[in-house]
């Protein structure tokens, strides 16, 4: 049981200082001057910093990802410690353009060690190749009967992706709705989007014939096709940026799609631990960068304090519509009774300066408390 007190949970009235509760991994109470008289209770002074709810990132290669240039490029697996450090306690593991050296076996597995570490993790079967990868044989099956499996992962609009016909994605994506009709997941298709000729063109041919819902397709990368996500999103289709290791060049993208789109239909992940390679335009690769879950929190802040955006916005992409777009709005993404205890305090500079994981303290004053098991 945890007690945090004086802390200020509403960024739009900074005035207002308040308490949390915390019990059994949820929150069970928030309010001024709580004082539960129970045995075994932890307290800790919140020293009026800002509470937010942990973020939630649905693009992480938790395995690693690259590969774009021979077996030494292959990026190495996500650890505990860097969720942590990044405020990060909800994760979506998938694969890349290497479902060769990885494999969706693999993928759930790293998920399993993940939850078993104290985070919320779920994963993607499939990869960037058609057909698509899987454990079970069919994706449907993938997402019915994998507890941590709710949607798939494929490629369009990019020279390493198997080039889809329109009939490949809808057979792919009732695949993957019907999955999630029968278990109760959100049954999603994510879409790398690469910087090819088509764009979005293939997703809005399909929306224009064909009676599959537009919350099937989550396009991600969008920064690369900011006209065509702006139109979708219109449509009421979620679009789903990605960070860049400054944080900068996201955050001016993202204060612009906020003014020409839904903000609740706006979300933002990381593409940690995946190669960013840059191409020449002979798709010859120049060089490669790797993603950082950190670059999420560094994107928030920039917004807030270079972009003028308010903080209860900029959290936005990255709680409460991200949770509303995997169906987790009843118990992630808000700092209210009820929900998972997933919180972190920001200081007066918004530096992460503590991170709290199902109730559980993972990093106090920026120190790391919890790491993987095989971590230094």
């Not at 019915?144 to 994605?169: C, Y």
């Not at 029968?182 to 809005?204: A, E, N, T």
């Not at 989550?218 to 996500?229: I, K, M, N």
Request: glycine share 12%.
């Amino acid at each position: 049981m945890l007690l945090i007190k004086n802390i200020r949970i509403d960024p739009e009235n900074p005035a207002e200082v308040s308490d949390i509760f915390i019990a059994g991994g949820k929150i069970q109470a928030v309010g001024t001057k709580l004082a539960p008289d129970l045995p075994n209770l932890t307290i800790i002074d919140g020293d009026g910093r800002t509470a937010v709810p942990g973020y939630i990132d649905q693009h992480v290669h938790i395995l690693g990802g690259g590969g774009e240039s021979g077996f030494a490029s292959r990026v190495p697996e996500l650890q505990l410690s860097e969720c942590v450090r990044g405020g990060v306690s909800t994760v979506v593991g998938l694969l890349g353009t290497d479902s060769l050296t990885r494999s969706v076996e693999n993928l759930v597995a790293k998920t399993k060690a993940l939850k078993s570490e104290g985070l919320t993790a779920f994963c993607l079967t499939g990869a960037y190749e058609f057909p698509s990868p899987t454990l079970t044989g069919t994706v449907k099956k993938d997402i019915a009967f994998i507890d941590e499996v709710i949607g798939v992962k494929i490629a369009i609009a990019d020279h390493r992706s198997s080039n889809l016909a329109k009939g490949d994605l809808i057979r792919l994506a009732s695949q993957a709705r019907l999955g999630g009709i029968i278990s109760g997941k959100p049954g999603i298709v994510h879409l790398h989007v690469g910087s090819g000729k088509r764009g979005l063109g293939l997703l809005f041919d399909i929306l224009e014939t064909e009676d599959l819902p537009i919350s099937v397709f989550r396009p991600t990368h969008v920064g690369r096709v900011f006209a065509d996500a702006v139109r979708f999103a219109g449509m009421g289709g979620y679009i789903d940026f990605t960070a860049d290791e400054g944080g900068g060049e996201t955050a001016r993208m993202l204060a612009r799609a906020f003014e020409q789109a839904p903000v609740d239909r706006i979300t933002l992940s990381t593409d940690s631990n995946g190669s960013i390679p840059k191409w020449n335009d002979r798709k010859e690769l120049l060089r490669m960068g790797v993603g950082q879950i950190s670059s999420m929190h560094r994107t928030v802040k920039t917004l807030v304090e270079e972009c003028g955006v308010p903080l209860s916005m900029a959290l936005r992409p990255v709680t409460t519509s991200v949770a509303k777009a995997l169906g987790l709005a009843d118990r992630k993404g808000c700092l209210a009774v009820g929900y998972d205890a997933d919180l972190n305090l920001l200081d007066d500079r918004l530096s992460l300066s503590m991170v709290v994981t199902g109730g559980t303290v993972m990093m106090d004053g920026g120190r790391v408390l919890r790491k993987g098991m095989f971590e230094p």
